[in-house]
């Protein structure tokens, strides 16, 4: 593990970023490890680097803003760049000092930072210079101007009080509502698509209705990072094993330790478990959503054993619990094994024969096919993750990328379409699932023996100690929605800063080349075929305000605040 | 065709609804419920509140001197996590999830501690059982400041001190 200011010279390709970003760029290493680097930038040199590094091969994984005024008075902005085909992330920290808080927005050269400025304006009140559009995008509109709810003077359960909404940005023209509630969106989020005749021209986005304060939470006294674990599981109602292990993945960085074999095992069979669960659950919802309630129907009988299964094996069907910090609770015996087996081998039969079934109705082919098509360049520039990538002909898959726990020992193949419409999302996940079907058993012949648990860790013994304060860590995952990611800057007994990019964040703003030039009829499909996660994606807020019930409530006022909690 | 094919893939499986709650819910041996505290055993030490992610379990000192281990299980998440740290082994997670009630007292399970307070300032210093065990395991001379509480013991010990010595306290 590398030391704090020196970077490890083994990748050539890593030292020849290094070289580059510290020499011709200013920049200076501020911290690194095995597949990080974290090089801190002059602020007037990000555009330039951040348009170096995206045209060199990386994705953009997220930023994330930390108020660092007490550690050193200023904001600070991280970009996580992912060199997806050389396995090592590259962080780029900009500072800006308190009394002048602004960073260059990096939106002309990255579009996929479009969203991730915009909540570090909204969320540390970090000003974007050189930004045609700047918007809210996660606080509510009545919301006070000069609150930045993740700024460390705010308490986790300030309310504050409402105020008259304005500044919002509107497009000009009135569209067709989808949401906030709709029976496509299984959480409110609101769309509204711009027609011209039957065609759609445009769309616009609002979400964030259903923001938690999660990531605030986790700052909070009210946590531990023993908790957390607890805490990161319920960010989603989906992958929510994935969350927790990623946030643990990112802590065990920190602390430098690393779970024992068999726990590592344990974990990624209980990942591929979920995989398989989600893409059975979106090929239900896809069918239903197409009106073949049948395919639905038959699609979800034949994962209920996968929930039995799960249930099992962690003590719930959904929120196991059952990662700690070093190691997991509970162990896979002979028993469970035979069980896992047989469950699987029932599902890989009946999942086949009516996957069969179901991709040879005609009226979902003809639905399907050419509909919602993103193409390779708009899923490139928005670094678009997991099956709505592979679609569009784009390969990234963190299990193969970045390998992580125990994926190096099963032999799988990417699924990769290249067509990038609807037909092409189905086909993606519905193979997926039968890889992970051949990861479990593979992974399950070579269990290895021992300990489940690290030595220096268990129920009892406070972690806290384990991880020091000041350290930086970044986690990924190849969740059943695409590449989630953990970003963690350690503090006293909890994180300083724990940021969650979930991968539906990544995966919305793709919904409007999608869905441009497409028919009406389409959309509902089309926004159902990314699989759209919004209570992931939506996780930080700190708010319970009760607006638009005095008001009349019109579509853009009110319609979007009513069903906000 | 396809709708030939649909026939026999339903045909295959059958009904599998379950008639629930007329007949039992499928419940696997993993499963973790609701948990119980064992009144004899616990010494309302109060590891468990300490480390519950959502707070369903908390330690309440009451007005009429008693302290209550404190269960809600409209809070607990099932994880079983104080189960694995109770030193005393007082909890056990049982396998129970039908917990739905009128009312919210329903869902409250409190244990009662007696305390010991401090004979000469009258402070509360702790769980008469868990004093008492400690108390024993400890034993000798130390046994006889059992119910004292930190401060006052400290004086009482370099009072005797002191008269030992000969020094007026």
Redesign the interface.
């Known amino acids: 593990m590398g030391e704090q200011g020196r970077y490890l010279p083994e990748c050539p390709e890593m030292s020849e970023v290094v070289r580059k970003l510290t020499e011709e760029y200013g920049g200076h290493v501020i911290f690194s490890r095995e597949s990080e680097v974290y090089i801190e930038v002059p602020r007037h040199e990000l555009k330039d680097v951040a348009k170096y590094l995206y045209s060199s091969g990386a994705f953009l994984k997220t930023c994330a803003a930390v108020d660092e005024r007490p550690l050193n008075r200023s904001f600070a902005l991280y970009h996580i760049f992912g060199m997806d085909s050389k396995g090592y992330d590259v962080i780029v920290k900009v500072s800006a000092p308190e009394d002048d808080a602004w960073v260059p927005s990096t939106v002309d050269v990255v579009p996929a930072a479009d969203w991730c400025e915009l909540e570090a304006r909204d969320m540390v009140g970090i000003e974007l210079k050189g930004r045609r559009l700047v918007r809210r995008l996660v606080l509510p509109e009545d919301w006070p101007e000069d609150i930045h709810p993740l700024r460390k003077e705010v308490p986790h359960d300030f309310r504050p009080p409402s105020v008259k909404a304005e500044s919002e940005f509107r497009p000009p023209e009135r569209g067709i509502p989808i949401g906030p509630y709709h029976p496509v969106l299984h959480e409110p989020e609101y769309f509204e698509l711009l027609v011209e005749g039957e065609t759609v021209v445009d769309v616009y986005y609002r979400g964030f209705h259903v923001h938690r304060g999660i990531e605030k939470l986790g700052e909070s006294p009210r946590f531990t990072y023993?908790?957390i674990p607890?805490?990161a599981e319920?960010i989603c109602g989906i992958c929510g094993f994935v969350h927790s292990t990623c946030a643990i993945m990112a802590m065990e960085k920190a602390a430098g330790i690393r779970p024992p074999e068999r726990a590592e095992f344990i974990r990624t069979i209980v990942l591929e478990l979920e995989r398989i669960h989600s893409h059975l659950l979106w090929v239900g919802v896809a069918a239903h959503v197409l009106g073949y309630d049948?395919g639905f129907m038959?699609t979800w009988?034949v994962r209920?054993p996968v929930m039995?299964l799960s249930?099992?094996?962690?003590?719930?069907r959904k929120?196991y619990?059952l990662n700690l910090v070093g190691g997991v609770?509970?162990d896979i015996d002979k028993d469970k094994m035979e069980k896992i087996m047989k469950t699987l081998d029932r599902v890989e039969k009946e999942f086949k024969?009516?996957a069969?079934?179901l991709v040879?109705?005609?009226q979902i082919r003809r639905r399907a096919q050419g509909t919602g098509v993103l193409t390779r360049s708009e899923a490139r520039a928005l670094s678009v993750v997991g099956p709505v990538a592979r679609a569009s002909g784009l390969y990234r898959d963190v299990r193969k990328d970045y390998p992580y726990l125990a994926y190096k020992e099963a032999s799988f193949k990417v699924p990769l379409y290249t067509e990038g419409d609807n037909l092409a999302r189905v086909l993606v996940r519905v193979e997926e699932v039968f890889e992970s079907i051949s990861i479990i058993k593979q992974l399950l012949d070579k269990l290895p023996g021992g300990p489940i648990m690290h030595e220096k860790c268990s129920?009892?013994i406070p972690v806290d100690e384990l991880i020091p304060p000041g350290k930086y860590a970044v986690a990924a995952i190849e969740a059943p929605r695409g590449e989630d990611v953990h970003f963690l800057m350690t503090g006293e007994g909890r994180p300083y800063r724990w940021r969650v990019r979930a991968p539906t964040y990544q995966n919305i703003p793709a919904l409007r080349p999608m869905l441009r030039g497409d028919p009406l009829a389409d959309a509902p499909l089309t926004i159902a075929s990314i699989d759209p996660c919004f209570s992931c994606t939506d996780r930080a807020l700190v708010i319970d305000v009760r607006t638009g019930r005095a008001r009349t409530i019109k579509l853009w006022d009110g319609g979007v605040g009513t069903c906000r909690l | 065709m396809s709708i030939m094919k649909l026939l026999s893939i339903a045909a295959k499986a059958k009904v599998v609804t379950r008639r629930y709650p007329f007949e039992p819910p499928v419940v696997t041996e993993g499963f973790r419920g609701k948990i119980e505290v064992d009144p004899k055993l616990c010494w309302g030490c109060g590891v468990c509140t300490r480390i519950c992610p959502p707070n369903a379990l908390t330690l309440k000192k009451r007005e009429d001197g008693t302290l209550v281990l404190s269960y809600f299980m409209g809070r607990c998440i099932f994880c079983g996590m104080c189960a694995e740290v109770c030193p005393r082994g007082a909890i056990t997670v049982t396998k129970e999830f039908e917990l739905a009630s009128l009312t919210a007292e329903d869902l409250v399970r409190d244990v009662k501690h007696d305390v010991v307070r401090c004979r000469i300032c009258g402070r509360v210093i702790g769980p008469t059982v868990e004093i008492r065990e400690a108390t024993k395991s400890v034993g000798g001379a130390e046994a006889k400041y059992y119910d004292l509480c930190p401060e006052c013991r400290k004086l009482v010990v370099a009072r005797g001190i002191m008269t030992k010595v000969g020094v007026r306290p």
Do not use: C, D, M
Not at chain 1, 311 to 316: C, F
């Open positions: 023993q908790k607890f805490l319920r049948a038959h009988r209920e039995i249930e099992l094996i962690t003590g719930s929120t619990g609770r509970r024969e009516l069969n079934l040879s109705v005609p129920a009892i």
